[in-house]
């Protein structure tokens, strides 16, 4: 039903932040269709939006709990200078974080 009616289920699930953290714990399909939208340009949509915005906004927070698949983590004064590094983040694991983790992000 999700595939068929993404707008009216998304506009369903939106409303409350516990379906919204529930629809995507544990749904690796729908976490990769709308958070792994991330570009070499730096200029995301959908959920890669979000989840970098939020990131930045609340790194003190939030920033330990990005995963990236590079050697090492990214510092944030580096990923704000060249946000293509983003392309690197995890996007599964660290939605995973998010959902079990930051509650608030969800909201």
């Known amino acids: 039903a999700c595939e068929c009616f993404p707008a009216q289920v998304g506009a369903y699930v939106a409303e ?3 379906l919204l953290r529930n629809f995507f714990k544990d749904a690796p399909k729908r976490v990769l269709l709308f958070f792994e939208h ?3 340009s730096g200029e995301f949509t959908y959920g890669a939006k979000a989840l970098a915005r ?7 927070e939030v920033w330990d709990r990005l995963e990236w698949m590079g050697r090492h983590p990214q510092a944030p ?4 200078a060249k946000p293509h ?3 690197e983040l995890n996007v599964l694991r660290t939605v995973k974080h998010f959902v079990d983790e930051v509650s608030h992000f969800w909201q």
């Open 77 to 80: 004064v580096t990923v704000a």
């Open 38 to 40: 991330f570009n070499m």
């Open 16 to 18: 409350d932040a516990y």
């Open 85 to 87: 590094y983003f392309c």
């Open 54 to 60: 939020y990131a930045f906004a609340h790194r003190d």
